[in-house]
């Protein structure tokens, strides 16, 4: 099968892309870099294009080229709070962009199986309702949570409107090899793994927890989400759906830190700073229906984490 993921040069992308070449599969990859590396991809297995998804002559171009069966749209720049400072940006990478490419799509691949489209669990904001329902109220309190829940709702209107099939996925908090913790933005567990290394390395390293530490989040291993996303593209009952992508557990942050204590057998120096604008105190995902299309998670959050450990250090 010939797969395309956009933003294949990430964190959750790569790791797509290296299962999909694994069971035998065709993979282009689309991403500016901006935030993935080539490094993460076995470039020589991969047709790898190095451009920006809002270019619509290079997307058109690459439509024209081939007839793609899968398509995987992880393309965003996904940081809440550059969202919040750069709304007119992120919401031509995270919305229009994604658009764009839905009609080349309608008018380009007559033959496509699945576009599956990574949205977000912050499109649930801070209702208290927990833990979250596909169906549960719909509060984004950023532009990345806005254009996400719009990016998701065009695919599926695409799948109802066009006739281009379509499903959603809406990713609690992921975490595993390969994420980049460059940015202040990046994935907590990404931090928190980096400031270990440079304590292992012998430097003076602090983990900033904005808050108490008690803000609670779903966190879930890499290997589970790639097992998810394949799942959710070759079920013919999920065309037209969106599916939440978690363990169904929620773990604080001061847990989190006392697992990696654990592991390393030493604690971390930690500064307590104010809340993150924005900040979701509590999120937690009801899994139950991606559960009705065979999904388990295989990892809890200590296994994950070892593992996570195990492969990057
Ligand atoms: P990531 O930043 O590692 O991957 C996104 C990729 O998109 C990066 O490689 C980046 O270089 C690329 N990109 C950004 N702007 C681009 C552009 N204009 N053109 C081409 N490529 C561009 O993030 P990730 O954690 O792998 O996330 C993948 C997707 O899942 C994103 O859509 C993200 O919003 C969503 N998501 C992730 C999480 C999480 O916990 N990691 C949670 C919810 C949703
Ligand atoms: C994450 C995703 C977002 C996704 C959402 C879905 C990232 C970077 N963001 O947002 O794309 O839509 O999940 O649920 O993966 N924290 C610290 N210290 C740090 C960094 C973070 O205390 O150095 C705190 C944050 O304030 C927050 C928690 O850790 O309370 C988790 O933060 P983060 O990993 O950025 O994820 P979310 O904000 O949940």
Redesign the pocket.
Known sequence: MKYLI????????SSLAKELIKNGHEVTV???????KKENLDIERIHFVE????NKELMEKLFNETQFDYVFL?????SVADSIQRPIETHE??LD?NLNILELIKEKQKNIRRVVF?????VYGDDPSLPKKENSQIKPLSP?AVD?FASEQFVLLYNDLYNVPGSAV??????GMN??PQSPYS?VLSIITDRYKQKVAGENAIFNVFGDGKQERDFVFIDDVVQALILVSESKNSRGNVYNVGTGKATSLNKIISIYDDYFQSSLKINYLPTREGDIRYSYSNIDKLKSLGFTPKYSVENGIKLYLENEL
């Not at 992880?74 to 996904?78: D, N």
């Not at 990574?118 to 912050?122: E, L, Q």
């Not at 809406?170 to 975490?175: G, S």
Request: glycine fraction near 16%.
């Open positions: 956009t933003g294949g040069a990430g964190f959750i992308g689309i991403d500016d870099l901006s935030m993935g451009g920006d998804i809002r992880l393309a965003a720049i996904a990478v995270n962009a990574a949205s977000s669990a912050a990345y996400k809406r990713f609690f908090n992921v975490y994420q980049n994935g």
